[in-house]
């Protein structure tokens, strides 16, 4: 979803923020330990991280930017700093805030904040972050250097009162006693705490998800959060639960894909955190989530290409004069062959990914693959790991075009299209929305239909 484009912090402040947990406000009270420690497992899952710690700040402290469609969300200090942060909150508070997206002092949080998916989280669990935050996290006294501003009417929070009461379920998760205890955790997982639903499911113009469409694939920003149902071509019905494991654990699984962008965050930062039943659970789960396919996708996203050599057709031919007339192989064979080898195969141990083979490659939806050759593959383990380059410096619009259908229509899928015109977007962080022009001129057509209404109703009693 495009108001989401940063959900997750950049690697290098969440390194550090991650290291700064370690050091809580106080020694917690020995019978809490466990529970504190369970709310720090919970956290993780729940990558409260990501948002709430910006680049070069503080574990929690707040201040990173988020862009929407509504303008720029600026996620809040969440440590227990009773000036600055959430210090005074009681546990009511703290969870009517986490699951119902109401603060402690009656003010609406705004949907950025999965306040929807939090929902399902149980009355335990939630005890158990909110003995986390508060014992488990060191107070920051420092308030986010920039606030929310957003332009009227969103800067209303009122009216998230109407938008909760139409799109929130406050229902925390009921097991279904048809299924398994390993599937319903799954499904409490997925569904709750890791919000996947969050950036797979596509939403409506109120920027709410369509449940229609669950998990059949979303905008994160300039990136595509692609179908996770049990597809066997969109989504992930081809995928043996062991290989969604390790996907989620490790980011990658050979001859199908390798996480990028966002997703690469949240196995960085949470998903890679989860114990190895919880992950089971959750790849259980996806592997039962209803298929929805997309027309496009005829055989999997995973099984298009094969291993092919262009480079002989340039061998011999002089470059052209103006850069940007780069064919395709002369840009693979500049920028790309060194690494992924004259015929796509990647790296013979591995390390270095096939481009056929490649869900990167075979979606007709071009997003990510576009984003991944401007912003290349940073992972966050212990140390910052940079697997590919990004050549938005290096490469015009475009070349990055001409490149990126070269590499769809010989190694993925041959019905795949990239535009100048689309990388040019995506550079600047997708496509703008129209939703502040449409609220505000659905809010006058409002205004305008009351005084019509009025001015119909005084003529009538003068009538009389």
Request: charged fraction near 15%; proline fraction near 6%; include cysteine.
């Amino acid at each position: 979803m495009k108001w989401m484009t940063r959900l997750h912090g950049t690697p290098g402040a969440i390194a550090l923020a991650l290291a700064s947990l370690n050091v809580c406000a106080a020694a917690p009270d020995a019978a809490n330990a466990d529970l504190i420690q369970r709310g720090r497992y919970l956290a993780s899952a729940g990558d409260c991280i990501a948002c709430h710690t910006a680049p070069g700040g503080r574990a929690m402290a707040g201040g990173l930017a988020l862009p929407t469609p509504l303008g720029t969300i600026v996620s809040s200090n969440i440590t227990p700093s009773k000036t600055y942060g959430i210090g005074n909150y009681t546990q009511a508070q703290f969870s009517a805030a986490l699951r119902a997206g109401i603060r402690a002092d009656g003010r609406h949080l705004y949907p950025a904040m999965p306040y929807t998916s939090y929902a399902l989280v149980s009355d335990d669990d939630a005890s158990a972050l909110y003995a986390y935050f508060m014992q488990g996290v060191a107070a920051v006294e420092a308030a986010p250097p920039q606030q929310t501003r957003l332009p009227f009417p969103f800067n209303i929070r009122r009216s998230m009162a109407l938008w909760n009461l139409l799109f929130l379920d406050s229902k925390p998760f009921v097991p279904d006693p048809g299924k398994s205890p390993e599937w319903n955790r799954g499904a409490y997982l997925a569904r709750g705490l890791a919000h996947c639903s969050a950036c797979h499911t596509p939403r409506n113009m109120l920027m709410a998800e369509k449940k229609s469409l669950e998990l059949a694939g979303g905008e994160v920003g300039s990136w595509y959060a692609p179908n996770i149902t049990s597809d066997p071509n969109s989504g992930v019905g081809g995928w043996s639960e062991q290989e969604l494991i390790d996907y989620l654990r490790l980011g990658h699984v050979a001859g199908k894909a390798q996480t990028a962008g966002p997703m690469a965050e949240a196995v960085d930062h949470s998903l890679r955190h989860l114990s190895e039943d919880d992950l089971r659970a959750m790849a259980g789960y996806l592997k039962t989530v209803p298929a929805l396919r997309e027309a496009a996708d005829t055989r999997p996203v995973y099984a298009w290409g094969a291993a092919a050599d262009e480079l002989h057709s340039i061998r011999g031919v002089a470059l052209p004069n103006d850069p940007s007339r780069m064919t395709g192989p002369q840009l693979y064979d500049a920028h790309c062959a060194t690494c992924h080898q004259a015929r796509g195969q990647g790296s013979f141990d591995g390390g270095l990914p096939p481009l056929f083979h490649n869900t990167a490659l075979g979606r007709s939806n071009t997003n990510n693959l576009v984003m991944v050759l401007l912003e290349g593959i940073q992972r966050q383990g212990d140390t910052l790991e940079v697997l590919m380059p990004g050549f938005k410096r290096e490469l015009s619009d475009q070349q990055i075009a001409t490149l990126g259908a070269y590499l769809a229509q010989h190694y993925g899928n041959p019905k795949a299209q990239i535009s100048a015109a689309q990388v040019k977007t995506l550079r600047a962080g997708g496509a703008r929305s129209n939703l502040v022009l449409a609220a505000r001129l659905g809010l006058a057509a409002l205004v305008l239909a009351i005084i019509a209404a009025l001015f119909a109703l005084t003529r009538r009693k003068r009538r009389r």
